[in-house]
């Protein structure tokens, strides 16, 4: 048992897609949140100041003695390519979660794949796709607009900028039938109802930052880190641009209050050296 928070980091407001299952699946653990909504997004950047904003943003989480860091970030699994033997503490990501369970979901082993520029070109959803099962066919997708279309608020299922987005998108992977659709990026969950629309209900939409708070969860409990039952859990947000644009789009994404948690911070502090 331990009562340490845990620390989660993404770009912006796609991590709290993972934490909003954690809460769900673990309610009496304590959680930093931390969102680079200061320097979103990442997937159109280099790989090199990817790893360098994940370095501080994990240095942050780690000056509140956090005793696992989730990655819920696509982007930073995948420019960190599984090279994260320099983390201290126990660690959880968004992408090979995600790739074990479309596995488990495919039945025509036709899998689609929407992530950031960055995780596409990387290779990395491929690679781990094809280590588990060579068989199969991957259609990848980069959706660039989608980041900026979920931080700015273009959310709802009816909104028609985001669904003439969405079908320019997804019009391949739609026509040659993939049966299983990775959201490979955590903010693509907020948009799911649209996405699910446009795919049809026969096509399984995997949810990764769902997967990775999952995967917490497994990883929590071998190693027995798990909080006392009965704590009370919470979660405190932290943001390196307005604390209150994010409250707002926060709670509509988490679904309850969170006022008074969140607070800005000047990442530029944290070095980027763990
Ligand atoms: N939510 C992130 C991901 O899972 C990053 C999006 C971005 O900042 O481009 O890839």
Request: hydrophobic residues 40%; negative net charge.
């Amino acid at each position: 048992m331990d009562c340490r928070p845990i620390g989660i980091f993404d770009s912006g407001l796609g991590g709290l897609t993972t934490v909003r299952e954690l809460q769900r699946l673990l309610p009496s653990e304590q959680i930093v949140y931390f969102g680079d909504t200061g320097r979103v997004p990442y997937g159109t950047r280099s790989r090199e100041t990817i790893r360098k904003y994940a370095r501080q943003d994990i240095r942050f989480l780690l000056s509140h003695q956090v005793k696992m860091i989730i990655i819920a970030c696509n982007t930073v699994a995948a420019a960190l390519a599984g090279d994260t033997d320099f983390l201290p503490v126990p660690f959880a990501e968004a992408l090979t979660p995600a790739v074990h369970a479309a596995v488990r979901a495919t039945r025509n082993g036709i899998i689609g794949l929407i992530g950031t520029k960055a995780t596409v070109q990387s290779g990395a959803y491929e690679r781990t796709l094809q280590e588990l099962d060579p068989s199969l066919q991957i259609l990848p997708a980069a959706c660039p607009l989608f980041v900026p279309l979920v931080e700015n608020g273009y959310t709802s299922p009816d909104n028609p900028v985001t669904r003439l987005v969405a079908e320019e998108y997804l019009a391949e992977i739609r026509a040659r039938n993939a049966d299983t659709l990775i959201l490979g990026c955590t903010h693509y969950p907020i948009i799911q109802p649209l996405l699910q629309s446009l795919m049809g209900s026969h096509v399984t939409l995997i949810d990764s930052g769902q997967e990775a708070a999952r995967s917490a969860r497994d990883r929590l409990f071998q190693l027995k880190l798990q909080a006392p039952p009965g704590s009370a859990g919470g979660c405190r947000y932290f943001v390196s641009d307005s604390a209150s644009e994010f409250q707002e789009s926060a709670e509509a994404i988490l679904g309850h209050p969170i006022s008074g948690t969140a607070r800005q911070i000047d990442i530029e502090e944290f070095p980027d050296r763990v």
